[in-house]
C-alpha cells in the first residue's frame, strides 16, 4: 500500500486499446501517443510475430505475441508501450488459459510502486477470472486495463452477458474498482449491432483519483482509452538530454588539481570536499551539452487533416447508420492508409539522400540496421501458447 501523506499530486497518463493490428496504422500510433502525452500505452490484439517490432521513439516496447503454429492469420498479442524516463521493468507473465497479458512494474518512489497489465480476454472463453487471480497476486497494487470482452450495466452497459456477471461478482467480492468511459469502446459496424463497453480498467488497491475518456481516434473497432490517474509520479523531462563526452570528461580531471593541500583542521577538510565537489561538477559541465530531442516522422498537416474528417464522419455514422456515411469512412480510412504509406518512403528516401553527403553518418546507420537491440525478456519468461 501507498503512504499517502507523501504524495506530491503529479497525473499519470495511460492509453490502453484494442488496435485490431498495429503494424498497419504506426504511424498513426506514433502521432496519437504524441499528441496527447501519454506516458504508457496498453495495447491488444497487436498481430505482432516474436522478432517483430513497432516502435515508439522515446519509448521502451514489452510485448507477448500469440504463439499459434496452426492459424491462418496472425491474430491477438499484447504489448506495453512505456516512456524512457519512467523508472519500471519487464515481469514474466505466468501461463494464461483463456486471456493475455504483457506487464510492467513501474516504480512510483523509493518504497512504492504498481503492476500495469496490458489485458485482453477472449470473447469465447469463459474462465478468465481464474487468469485475473493468478495476475492479481503478483502484486499489492495492480492496474489492468485493456479489453475484457465483458459487458455489464455497472460498466455503463445497456446489458449484461454471461462474462460481465461473473467479472461484476469477482470485482465485487474483491473490492476491487473499475474505471470505465461513460461511452462505448467498441463500434460494431452492423447496421442493428449495439455498441458496447468492454475496453476498461480495473485497479487493484490503488488509493489514487482517476477518470477514464474514449477517443474517436485510431483506425479499429475498438476506440482508444484515456486513463488519467493523480499519483506521486514524476516523469524527467524528454525534450532534452543532458549528454557527456567521457573522453572529454577525463581529459579535464587530468588536468585538474584534485588533490588538498594543507589540511590542518576540520574546517580545511570540508573546504577541501568543498572545492573537490564544485572542481568535479565543472570538468562534467565542462564536457556535457544540452541535446535537444525532436519529434520525428510527424504525419503532415494534410495527412492529419484527412484522419481528423475520417474521424468525424465516423461519428456521424454511430449516431445515424446512414450506409453513405459508412462508405465515405472506409474510402477515407483507404486514402489515409496509401497517404501514410507515401508519407513514410518519402521520408526515408530524404533520410537515404541526406547519408549520403557524409560517410561517418551513412556507416553509423548501416551499422544500427544491422545491430538491431532487442529488449532482454525477464527472466524464467512464458508466452501463452493457444490452441
Known sequence: MFSLNRINLH?????????????????????????????????????LQPGQKSQITNFT????DRVNTNARHIQGGTCIY??????????????????????INLKLTNTSSIVLI???SHPRRFTQIDDLEKLAK????????????????????????????????????KNYTIIAAASATRIDYRATARHNVLDFAIFKNIPF????????????????????????????????????????????LQHTNLNPINIKNEEDADKAIENFTKDMYAALNNSSSHKYLTKRGRLSNNIKTLIKNKNYIRRLWQRTRDPALKTEFKKLESKIKIRVMDYKNSMW?????????NQTAFWKEVKRLKNTKNSLPPSDWTTTTWQ
Not at 516496447?61 to 507477448?64: F, G, H
Request: glycine residues 2%.
Open 138 to 173: 503478483i502484486h499489492n497494487n495492480v492496474i489492468f486495463a485493456g479489453d475484457f470482452n465483458a459487458t455489464h450495466t455497472s460498466w455503463n452497459n445497456v446489458k449484461s452477458n454471461y462474462k460481465g456477471i461473473t467479472l461484476n461478482k469477482f470485482i465485487n467480492k
Open 209 to 252: 483519483p482517476a477518470t477514464a475518456t474514449v477517443l474517436h481516434e485510431l483506425s479499429s473497432d475498438h476506440l482508444p482509452c484515456i486513463l488519467d490517474i493523480e499519483t506521486n509520479i514524476k516523469s524527467q523531462s524528454t525534450s532534452n538530454l543532458f549528454v557527456t563526452n567521457w573522453d572529454d570528461y577525463n581529459y579535464n
Open 11 to 47: 497525473s499519470l497518463r495511460i492509453g490502453f486499446w484494442n488496435a485490431n493490428g498495429i503494424r498497419r496504422q504506426l504511424q498513426e500510433v506514433k502521432e496519437f501517443v504524441s499528441d496527447h502525452d501519454l506516458d504508457l500505452f496498453l495495447i491488444q490484439e497487436t498481430f
Open 82 to 103: 512505456v516512456k524512457n524516463a519512467l523508472t519500471h521493468h519487464q515481469i514474466p507473465t505466468p501461463t494464461l488459459n483463456s486471456s493475455e497479458a504483457t506487464m
Open 349 to 357: 528516401e530524404k533520410h537515404i539522400d541526406a547519408l549520403t553527403e
Open 61 to 64: 516496447l514489452y510485448k507477448n
Open 118 to 120: 496490458s489485458y485482453y
